[in-house]
């Protein structure tokens, strides 16, 4: 008995330790074949196809390689990749970088692999212009895989219902569109409030049209806003309010979970427009009752400001990359490089219905709103990226909620700047 | 002589030796629980006060990529408004479902420990509210409340003029009220219950021939005697209430708790350290958590809960003073006896 007793606290111990040392990576398995692990946050349909036949593809031609794949639920995505980061024996050796703070924080820590030297030519050539968001400090920490600019999504169907018959270009088209589509009793615009940064999107939008580029610079690198763009954006905000445009009970409403989302009432022409980065026909498409892609979505650029100074073509958007943890084998970099080259970088565009990061892989693109935004982007004067992105999640956090706070009522435009400036002392 | 003296060393030796081994097999028995409960709860706690004292983005270790900030994080925390609000949230919570829940949880005890028909059915449904988890509970009511939710659908059909009731900020706190108080009540309604059923009958017997009606037996006799169990159900319903978390988060998500006037002590502190990226700042927040709880519950515990550890059927002065009655009593026995204290004793434990 006595010996059993023992046998078990041993084996109970034996467990817990077991339990901690597993999950090892970037080393060689017990068949002597280098693993790679690789996190990414699609987890259905499509996307998660994508990574596994890639990674497919790569060990037939890399019979030494074994690239074990990890599809993260995008909302669980940082979290636990802050933690897995902790520790290079739990940690993947590609996985998902926004770009922005957030990746300076990781690269920071020492976390990331400087893959300046790394990235083979033809990427770099191939990648051009969407390789800033993967660069700090002059030297490149990620590999884009696409670029999403954002704009206005729209039914065509129901702008033809309420007899819009083009797109607005101007601030005050815009207004008329939007009053056009409430008389014909159409909820005008879709915002998922829950989310937060959905709505924190029209704020960031109205800033890079009223606030010059040095100003707007200024403010990402510093975070100052005293500039007087910064209250007209504010007050832009408010006449947007004024105009009553949008669903209703949108403060609990979420971006993209289910037919009531914002982008769920878009999909099922419960509501005309929406403003949203260039994934968006990727996640209509989850959301149209028959699961198709939405066969009248159409997409304008932001309208531009007459009173603002900024540049009436500058638009925003993000870009996903992947980055390289600091301890990864040589083996993670070649894959990463595989995956960028023009073919599968094609392959990429069709399964997440978006724009891929490689220009040359960019004809792969058929959908038309899409091939709009292409059209838009390539002409863009600049691209910024997300505000709450460059900021990193604290700040970033912290201005979206006052954006929606001030949408329900709670708060004023210099509330928004107060709120970024006391979170700025928590971190 | 000397075999018996060697039998006797001998049996004492394997009545040592039973001890022994019985403590060594608590200590291996008990020891995996122990090392789950050192690593996972009180380890952390400690964690946590350390981290409390860096502004550190959870990248690293603190001391490297983190600053030491002494108690710069307890400051902001103390000035910050949202967390201000957070709190007046919460204690809120606290106070409204002692106050909501617990008379109506009385009542519905009181109809269910009557004999009827399909009662046990109905205890059922009551109770079933509490099973089910809380994810459920908060998407299915978020789902209904909606402003194009099922209620609104409804009153908009009997021509009444809906709500927004999840998002509007006047509303929102009420709304949240509702839902604890359909879920938890099942829990408060069965305790009470049990508290019920532990009351001799024969003090009502006693109260029906004093001539005491239905409502006068109930304020008389059950509600005093209902006092542990309620005092136990309040002390429980506190602490639920002071960790409320998980349905604010469903049913408003990560955001705009604070915005809708619902956030509480635990969302901010997933707020500001985990979403945030503040992990210093969150284990900060953590610990004042801690720290107010752990106020909160003690003293609670030193000055309503003790006086149940003096038995279930009397007050406390009451008992303190019958206790030292009899001891005196049993100890003046004992002297004119010569007895043992061993009686005194017994009489006080009593």
């Given at each position: 008995?006595?010996f059993?007793?023992?046998a078990?606290?041993v084996?109970a111990?034996?467990?817990?330790?077991?339990?901690?040392?597993?999950?090892?990576?970037?080393?060689?398995?017990?068949?002597?074949?280098v693993e790679i692990?690789?996190?990414?946050?699609?987890?259905?349909?499509?996307g998660?196809?994508?990574?596994e036949a890639a990674?497919?593809?790569?060990?037939?031609?890399?019979?030494?390689?074994?690239?074990?794949?990890?599809?993260?639920?995008?909302?669980?995505?940082?979290?636990?990749?802050?933690?897995?980061?902790?520790?290079?024996?739990?940690?993947?050796?590609?996985?998902?970088?926004?770009?922005?703070?957030?990746?300076?924080?990781?690269?920071e820590?020492?976390?990331?692999?400087?893959?300046?030297?790394?990235v083979?030519?033809?990427?770099?050539?191939?990648?051009?212009t969407?390789?800033?968001?993967?660069?700090?400090?002059?030297?490149?920490?990620?590999?884009q895989?696409?670029?999403l600019?954002?704009?206005i999504?729209?039914?065509k169907?129901?702008?033809?219902?309420a007899?819009?018959t083009?797109?607005?270009?101007?601030?005050?088209?815009f207004?008329?569109v939007?009053?056009?589509l409430?008389?014909?009793?159409?909820?005008?615009?879709?915002?998922g409030?829950?989310?937060a940064?959905?709505?924190?999107?029209?704020?960031?939008?109205?800033?890079?049209?009223?606030?010059?580029?040095?100003?707007?610079?200024k403010?990402?690198?510093?975070?100052?806003?005293?500039?007087?763009?910064?209250?007209?954006?504010?007050?832009d905000?408010?006449?947007?309010l004024?105009?009553?445009?949008?669903?209703?009970?949108?403060?609990?409403?979420?971006?993209?979970?289910?037919?009531?989302s914002?982008?769920?009432?878009?999909?099922?022409?419960?509501?005309?427009?929406?403003?949203?980065?260039?994934?968006?026909?990727?996640?209509?498409?989850?959301?149209?009752?028959?699961?198709?892609?939405?066969?009248?979505l159409?997409?304008?650029?932001?309208p531009?400001?007459?009173?603002?100074?900024?540049?009436?073509?500058?638009?925003m958007?993000?870009?996903?990359?992947?980055?390289?943890?600091?301890?990864?084998?040589?083996?993670?970099?070649?894959?990463?490089?595989?995956v960028?080259?023009?073919?599968?970088?094609?392959?990429?565009?069709t399964a997440f219905s978006?724009?891929?990061?490689?220009?040359?892989a960019?004809?792969?693109?058929?959908n038309?709103?899409?091939?709009?935004?292409?059209?838009v982007?390539?002409?863009?004067s600049?691209v910024?990226?997300?505000?709450d992105?460059?900021f990193?999640?604290?700040?970033?956090?912290?201005?979206?909620?006052?954006?929606?706070?001030?949408?329900a009522?709670?708060?004023?435009?210099d509330?928004?700047?107060?709120?970024?400036e006391?979170?700025?002392?928590?971190? | 002589?000397?075999?018996?003296?060697?039998a006797?060393?001998?049996r004492?030796?394997?009545?040592?030796?039973?001890?022994?081994?019985k403590?060594?097999?608590?200590?291996?028995?008990s020891?995996?629980?122990?090392?789950?409960?050192?690593?996972?709860?009180?380890?952390?706690?400690?964690?946590a006060?350390?981290?409390?004292?860096?502004?550190?983005?959870?990248?690293?270790?603190?001391?490297?990529n983190?600053?030491?900030?002494?108690?710069?994080?307890?400051k902001?925390?103390?000035?910050d408004p949202?967390f201000?609000?957070?709190?007046?949230?919460?204690?809120?919570?606290?106070?409204?479902?002692?106050?909501?829940?617990?008379p109506?949880?009385?009542?519905?005890?009181?109809?269910?420990n009557?004999?009827?028909?399909?009662?046990?059915?109905?205890?059922t449904l009551?109770?079933?509210?509490?099973?089910?988890?809380?994810?459920?509970?908060?998407?299915?009511?978020s789902l209904?409340?909606q402003?194009?939710?099922?209620?609104?659908?409804?009153?908009?059909?009997?021509?009444l003029?809906?709500?927004?009731?999840?998002?509007?900020p006047?509303?929102?706190?009420?709304?949240?009220m509702?839902?604890i108080?359909w879920?938890?009540?099942g829990?408060?309604v069965?305790?009470?219950?049990?508290?019920m059923?532990?009351?001799?009958?024969?003090?009502?017997?006693?109260?029906?021939?004093?001539?005491?009606?239905?409502?006068?037996?109930?304020?008389s006799?059950?509600l005093p005697?209902l006092?542990?169990?309620?005092?136990?159900?309040?002390?429980?319903?506190?602490?639920g209430?002071?960790?409320?978390?998980?349905?604010?988060?469903?049913?408003w998500g990560?955001?705009v708790?604070?915005t809708?006037?619902?956030?509480?002590?635990?969302?901010?502190?997933?707020?500001?350290?985990?979403?945030?990226?503040?992990y210093g700042?969150?284990?900060?927040?953590?610990?004042v958590?801690?720290?107010?709880?752990?106020?909160?519950?003690?003293?609670y515990?030193?000055?309503?809960?003790?006086?149940?550890?003096?038995?279930?059927?009397t007050?406390?002065?009451?008992?303190?003073?019958?206790?030292k009655r009899?001891a005196?009593?049993?100890?003046?026995?004992?002297?004119?006896?010569?007895?043992?204290?061993?009686?005194?004793?017994?009489?006080?434990?009593q």
């Amino acid at each position: 008995m006595k010996f059993k007793s023992v046998a078990a606290a041993v084996l109970a111990m034996a467990t817990c330790v077991s339990m901690a040392a597993c999950g090892s990576s970037g080393s060689t398995n017990a068949d002597g074949k280098v693993e790679i692990t690789m996190w990414h946050n699609s987890t259905t349909g499509d996307g998660k196809a994508y990574w596994e036949a890639a990674a497919k593809a790569f060990e037939k031609e890399n019979p030494n390689v074994e690239i074990k794949i990890e599809a993260i639920q995008n909302e669980d995505m940082d979290g636990k990749l802050q933690t897995a980061l902790q520790d290079p024996n739990s940690a993947p050796d590609i996985f998902m970088a926004r770009g922005g703070q957030k990746l300076r924080d990781v690269v920071e820590a020492g976390q990331a692999m400087d893959l300046t030297d790394k990235v083979s030519d033809t990427v770099k050539t191939q990648l051009k212009t969407a390789e800033a968001t993967g660069t700090i400090d002059g030297k490149i920490y990620s590999v884009q895989q696409s670029v999403l600019p954002g704009g206005i999504w729209y039914s065509k169907d129901l702008f033809e219902k309420a007899g819009i018959t083009e797109t607005p270009k101007t601030w005050d088209e815009f207004k008329t569109v939007v009053q056009k589509l409430k008389d014909a009793g159409i909820t005008p615009i879709a915002v998922g409030g829950k989310d937060a940064w959905p709505a924190a999107h029209w704020w960031y939008w109205f800033a890079l049209r009223e606030c010059s580029s040095d100003t707007f610079e200024k403010a990402q690198a510093d975070k100052d806003f005293s500039d007087s763009c910064w209250t007209r954006t504010g007050d832009d905000v408010q006449s947007l309010l004024d105009l009553d445009a949008f669903n209703d009970g949108f403060l609990t409403t979420p971006a993209q979970q289910g037919a009531s989302s914002s982008a769920g009432l878009l999909a099922n022409h419960m509501a005309a427009m929406e403003l949203m980065g260039g994934w968006e026909p990727g996640v209509i498409k989850d959301l149209t009752p028959d699961k198709q892609e939405m066969a009248d979505l159409g997409y304008f650029a932001f309208p531009t400001m007459d009173t603002g100074k900024g540049d009436p073509t500058a638009i925003m958007g993000g870009s996903d990359g992947m980055a390289v943890g600091a301890w990864a084998p040589e083996e993670a970099v070649d894959f990463l490089n595989f995956v960028s080259e023009k073919e599968w970088q094609e392959k990429y565009a069709t399964a997440f219905s978006t724009i891929p990061a490689n220009k040359e892989a960019q004809d792969a693109v058929t959908n038309d709103a899409l091939k709009q935004v292409l059209s838009v982007y390539n002409e863009a004067s600049s691209v910024s990226m997300w505000l709450d992105t460059v900021f990193g999640q604290n700040i970033g956090n912290a201005l979206n909620e006052g954006v929606v706070n001030m949408m329900a009522g709670k708060g004023t435009a210099d509330d928004i700047v107060k709120g970024v400036e006391s979170a700025a002392a928590k971190g | 002589m000397s075999a018996s003296a060697g039998a006797a060393i001998k049996r004492r030796q394997s009545v040592l030796t039973d001890k022994a081994r019985k403590r060594i097999e608590i200590a291996i028995l008990s020891l995996p629980a122990l090392i789950m409960f050192l690593g996972f709860v009180i380890l952390p706690v400690f964690m946590a006060g350390y981290y409390g004292f860096f502004k550190w983005k959870g990248y690293g270790k603190p001391t490297v990529n983190g600053q030491f900030i002494g108690f710069e994080n307890y400051k902001i925390i103390l000035t910050d408004p949202n967390f201000q609000e957070a709190l007046g949230h919460t204690l809120f919570v606290v106070v409204a479902s002692l106050v909501i829940q617990g008379p109506l949880a009385i009542l519905f005890a009181l109809l269910l420990n009557q004999k009827f028909k399909g009662r046990a059915l109905i205890r059922t449904l009551i109770f079933v509210p509490y099973v089910v988890s809380e994810v459920i509970v908060g998407t299915g009511w978020s789902l209904i409340l909606q402003t194009t939710g099922a209620l609104n659908a409804i009153l908009k059909k009997m021509g009444l003029a809906g709500a927004d009731w999840i998002s509007d900020p006047k509303i929102a706190i009420w709304t949240l009220m509702f839902i604890i108080s359909w879920k938890y009540i099942g829990f408060a309604v069965i305790l009470m219950i049990a508290g019920m059923q532990s009351i001799p009958e024969d003090l009502y017997e006693a109260a029906r021939v004093d001539g005491a009606g239905f409502w006068r037996q109930q304020w008389s006799i059950t509600l005093p005697l209902l006092g542990p169990t309620i005092r136990i159900w309040a002390f429980m319903s506190i602490i639920g209430s002071l960790q409320l978390f998980d349905l604010v988060y469903i049913i408003w998500g990560q955001y705009v708790s604070s915005t809708a006037g619902t956030s509480t002590m635990a969302t901010y502190m997933v707020r500001e350290g985990r979403l945030a990226n503040n992990y210093g700042y969150g284990s900060a927040v953590a610990v004042v958590i801690f720290i107010i709880s752990l106020v909160i519950a003690l003293t609670y515990q030193k000055f309503v809960l003790n006086r149940d550890l003096e038995g279930a059927l009397t007050d406390e002065k009451d008992a303190k003073r019958r206790a030292k009655r009899a001891a005196k009593e049993a100890a003046k026995r004992a002297k004119a006896n010569g007895g043992s204290v061993a009686v005194a004793n017994e009489v006080i434990s009593q």
